[in-house]
Structure formats: structure tokens, C-alpha cells
């Protein structure tokens, strides 16, 4: 979970406008996508742990967590896979071609890419906001007291966690990533 060293500590701290998208897109992945893979399968271990908790109390925090789980086993696995393999890789590209350390585009059937996937790319985003607004992940996990036994205590913990990762996250995307690519595309006229 380390993101790289020149932007360590908050990333609001860094001034993104005048960062080069690649450092962005890095950023993301190094920073964000590297902590969901490593935080969502703990996620799920310990809802699996809190189903199967005999006391009621661990089948209503379960229940309220339920949505919010297969969102990001269903919605968000997709999502970051496709801008790891697709989304990202094209950006990337698309700015060393613009600076001309790239000869040409090698996928130019990819021409507007990031603009076609907008509608798609917030609406994703706006899911995964609205789920954790809707889910109020400080209140489900004030129900945990923090010294709660397992798995409840590292439940608390890792649901605040992945809520205030996945904000940060995609406002990142939203604010100063996706704008830019599309106003890029535009500029070298591939849309
Ligand atoms: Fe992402
Ligand atoms: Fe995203």
C-alpha cells in the first residue's frame, strides 16, 4: 500500500492541474487500486466471518454491510479492471504521443475512448458515491464499538478505511483525471 515516495503523505496536498496525467494515472494505481486489492479480499474474509457470527448482533451488521459488499464485488472489480487494462494504458499513450515521445497512436480504432466512456465511467462513480452515502459507513460502524471481538473490530476499521479511500479516489477521477484526458483527446482531434 505505498504509494510513490515524491507524493507521499495526502494527495490533496499535490497539485494535481499541474502534474502530468501519467504521474496521475500512476498515482491511482500505486496508491488507490494497489490498496483496494489488498484491502477487499480482507473485506470479504471478515464479512464471510461476520455472516456466520452466531449473535443477531453480527447478522444485522451484516445486513447493512451486504449492499455495499457485492457493489464492490460486482460494480467495482469491473470498473478498476477496466480502467487498469483499458482506460489507463490508453491515457498513457495518448500523452507520450502528445509530447512526442510516441510516433503514433498504436490503436487509433481507440480515437475518443475516454469521451465514449464517460456517460459509463460516472455513472460507475456515482454509484459507488451513492452506496457509500446512502450506506452512512460511520453510522453502520458506530453499531462496532472499536474494541468489538473479531471480526468486528477489523470490520470498524476496514469499512472506514475503504469508504474514505474510494471518496478520495474518485474524486481524483472525476476532478482531474477524466476532464483532462477528454480535453486531450479533443486537442489532438480524436474526437
Ligand atoms: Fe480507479
Ligand atoms: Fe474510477
Redesign the pocket.
Known amino acids: 500500500m505505498e504509494s510513490d515516495a515524491s507524493f507521499h503523505g495526502n494527495s490533496n496536498e499535490v497539485d494535481w492541474e499541474n502534474r502530468s496525467l501519467t504521474e496521475l494515472v500512476d498515482y491511482i494505481e500505486n496508491y488507490h487500486h494497489d490498496y483496494m486489492s489488498e484491502a477487499l479480499p480482507r473485506f470479504f474474509e471478515l464479512m464471510e466471518l461476520a455472516k456466520r457470527h452466531p449473535d443477531s448482533e453480527g447478522s444485522k451488521i451484516f445486513k447493512a454491510l451486504q449492499h455495499f459488499s457485492s457493489l464492490l464485488a460486482e460494480g467495482y472489480i469491473n470498473?478498476?479492471r477496466r480502467?487498469e487494462n483499458l482506460l489507463f494504458p490508453y491515457i498513457r499513450e495518448m500523452e507520450a504521443y502528445a509530447s512526442g515521445d510516441k510516433e503514433q497512436l498504436e490503436d487509433a480504432e481507440a480515437g475518443g475512448l475516454i469521451f465514449k466512456s464517460m456517460a459509463s465511467?460516472d455513472n460507475?462513480?456515482d454509484q459507488i458515491i451513492d452506496t457509500l452515502t446512502r450506506m452512512k459507513a460511520k453510522e453502520v460502524v458506530a453499531q462496532m464499538p472499536e474494541d468489538a471481538p473479531e471480526p468486528f473490530g477489523e470490520l470498524h476499521k476496514i469499512v472506514l478505511e475503504i469508504a474514505a479511500d474510494l471518496k478520495n479516489?474518485?474524486q481524483l477521477?472525476d476532478k482531474y483525471l477524466f476532464p483532462r484526458a477528454v480535453e486531450l483527446e479533443k486537442n489532438l482531434g480524436l474526437h
Open positions: 470498473h478498476a480502467e465511467i460507475e462513480h479516489h474518485a477521477e
